[in-house]
Structure formats: C-alpha cells, structure tokens
C-alpha cells in the first residue's frame, strides 16, 4: 500500500463501481504494484551518499548511486516492508586476469564514513576484495549491532582488530581473512561474545599474541562449524603471503 496515493484509490474505487466485475486484488496490482518496494528513506540515502563521498571508485561502479530510490541502487539491499537497508554488497567481483587475485583498478579505497552507522538495520556488509591500503578498521563497525554477516576479506584493512567487534553477537559469519599480506594482528580478546558464530576466517591474521589460548578461546564457541586459520603465525613458520592452503577445523 506504500505507494497508493489518495487519488489513486478514489479511481480505483471508481472502476469498481462501473466495472463491477472487476476484483479489488486485480485493480490493486494495476494501480500500486510497482515491485513491493517502499523505497529507502531520507535519512538512510543521505547516510549511502555521505558513504559514497568517503570511498574511492576509480571505475566508477558505484554511478547508479544517484535519485531518489536508494533500495535501488546497485549493492543495496533494502528490507520490504519497511524500506530499511539491511544489505550492502560491495564486494569486488573483478579480478586482474593475471594471477585471479583482485582488479585493483574496481577496487573501493578511501575511508568509510561513519554514516554507515545511520543504517541501523544493517544485516549484511560485504566489502571483500576493496583495497583500503593498510588502514586501521574503524572500530564503530563494532556498533553495527544487527550484522550476521560481515565480509571484510582481501580488503586490506590493517593494524589491529578493533575489539568492539565483540559487540556484534549477533554475526553469523565472520570473514576476516587474506589481507593480501597487510599486517593485521588481533589478541582474539573480542572473540569470546560471538556466540552466534558459525563461521569465522582469520587467514592471515597475526594470531602469535593468542599461541596459549586461542584453541580454547575457539572451542567455547557454541555455534562455530567452519575455522579457517591459517597464516596466522600460529606455528614457528614466518607470516608469508598469502597461501592456498587452508586449513580446516570442524567443531560441533
Ligand atoms: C520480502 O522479502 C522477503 C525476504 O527477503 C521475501 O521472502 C518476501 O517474498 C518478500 N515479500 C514481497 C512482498 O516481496
Ligand atoms: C567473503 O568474500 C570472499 C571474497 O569476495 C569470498 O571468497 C568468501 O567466500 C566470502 N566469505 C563468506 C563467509 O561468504
Ligand atoms: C563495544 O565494545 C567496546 C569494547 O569491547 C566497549 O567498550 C563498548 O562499551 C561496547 N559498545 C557498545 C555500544 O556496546
Ligand atoms: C599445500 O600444502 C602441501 C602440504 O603441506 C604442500 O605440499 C603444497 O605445496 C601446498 N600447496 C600450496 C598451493 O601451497
């Protein structure tokens, strides 16, 4: 009913009255059906657009961020009922060719404003396969409390794991991993309150901090079924770029 204006459903009652034949449902899908959406709203577009303002886009992949509609962008992904964001799929898809790791030339870079914050209903973030330099991951990305999904693998995000990542119990998938050998390091301290948890990769991260503790710190994890740790400088071997080889623990 979101797009039903007053004037719409005065025509529409009209017809009825001179067609008579015609079922209300019929008439309806004539008149509102658009496609279910009821669009984003004010405040969450301007939150998307100051996002946007943050990043580098060298390939310009984010040029239908434009008009009103924002749950049409691409990467977007709105809730249908209320029009809320609850998705943002920016992961890059485009490799170099050469050897399949990411085109740096689609990558997102820059900083991500923190009017991601704005999207309170947020449940997906998948920035994977970005190029973000080095830098430190903000830590209000902690504060995105409805995340189940958190994609932040191959974006190279440096420095240290903010532990208010631990803030975000209700994450379902935790993806972390192959920073493209950005040095990245974590105590696991945040690890413990992810009880939701049911997959988490740390590739290359450098766990060396955590040698005493990180296998019972991972085995309280009531959820966990997939653990990909490897590079994580857990054995005597030095941090090395990134491996294929995965290591896989499956724990019930
Ligand atoms: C709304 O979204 C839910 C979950 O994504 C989906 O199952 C449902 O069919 C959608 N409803 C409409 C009216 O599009
Ligand atoms: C995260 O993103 C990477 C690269 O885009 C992808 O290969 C991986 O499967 C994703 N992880 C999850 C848990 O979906
Ligand atoms: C999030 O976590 C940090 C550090 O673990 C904590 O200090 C902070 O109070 C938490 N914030 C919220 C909103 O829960
Ligand atoms: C994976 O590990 C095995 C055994 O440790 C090794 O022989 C192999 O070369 C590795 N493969 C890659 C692609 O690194």
Not at 11 to 28: M, Y
Not at 34 to 51: F, H, P, Q, W, Y
Not at 112 to 125: E, F
Not at 139 to 165: D, M, R, T, V, W
Request: hydrophobic residues 40%; aromatic residues 8%.
């Amino acid at each position: 009913m979101g797009h039903c204006s007053a004037s719409a459903f005065i025509q529409l009652v009209s017809l009825i009255i001179l067609s008579g034949i015609l079922s209300l449902e019929t008439i309806k899908l004539g008149f509102c059906n658009d496609d279910n959406s009821v669009g984003c709203t004010d405040i969450e577009r301007k939150a998307l657009l100051m996002l946007k303002q943050g990043l580098t886009d060298p390939s310009d992949r984010l040029s239908s961020w434009v008009g009103e509609d924002c749950c049409k962008w691409s990467g977007v992904g709105c809730n249908n009922i209320t029009g809320r964001v609850n998705m943002l799929d920016l992961r890059n898809r485009y490799s170099d060719g050469l050897n399949g790791y990411r085109s740096i030339e689609h990558a997102f870079g820059g900083e991500i404003n923190p009017s991601l914050l704005v999207l309170k209903d947020l449940v997906y973030l998948d920035l994977s396969m970005n190029y973000f330099g080095g830098v430190q991951l903000p830590s209000f990305i902690g504060s995105l409390e409805k995340l189940k999904y958190l994609n932040l693998s191959g974006a190279s995000f440096g420095g240290i794991i903010p532990h208010n990542i631990g803030n975000l119990s209700r994450l379902l998938y935790l993806d972390l991993g192959n920073n493209y050998g950005h040095p990245i390091e974590t105590d696991l301290q945040w690890l413990a309150t992810l009880s939701s948890l049911k997959y988490l990769n740390l590739e290359g991260v450098n766990l060396a901090k955590t040698t005493s503790y990180w296998l019972p710190t991972v085995n309280m994890l009531p959820s966990l079924v997939e653990l990909h740790l490897p590079s994580c400088g857990l054995s005597i071997l030095p941090f090395t770029l990134p491996s294929i080889n995965f290591t896989s623990l499956l724990a019930t």
